[in-house]
């Protein structure tokens, strides 16, 4: 465990620049779970249930005709591979404002909400991707 400060971890992170921020697609943090949920809870969803949801997922778009995969979609790319609807770019550019995102950023976002309606099989990428994808942004200023 970190004995750092909350000042010297913020000075730290400080040091990580925009542009290097802005190739680093994921961010998510885990909390430690009770040992009493891990004894008490039952089983999760399997991991041969996950694999076909992720093979599934990954088969996709080789069937549309898309050459690469989501995370590499330039953003010409993105434009013909990842609709948004009308709620989901009102819900990218609210973010777009909140975050400050450069144009790395927002097509961080959009490739991971593209996923991640590959994920839920959805042609469309919606509303509830585009904030699925924000939670799994790296925070401002981290």
Known sequence: HCRCG??????YLG????????????????APVPS????????????????????????RPLDRGQLVPNGRLGPAALERWAPLSIHAREVLLQGVETHQLSGRGVARVTRVART??????????????????????????L
């Open 116 to 141: 991640l309606a590959e994920l839920d099989g959805a042609e469309r990428i919606s509303e509830h991707h585009v904030a699925e994808a924000f939670l799994y942004s790296p925070p401002p200023g």
């Open 36 to 59: 009493t949920v891990l004894v008490t809870s039952g089983p999760g969803e399997s991991s041969a249930r996950v694999r076909a949801r992720v093979v599934d997922a990954r088969r």
């Open 6 to 11: 909350s000042a010297e971890k913020a000075r």
């Open 15 to 30: 040091r990580i620049s925009g542009p290097s921020l802005d190739r680093v697609d994921l961010c998510v943090e885990l």
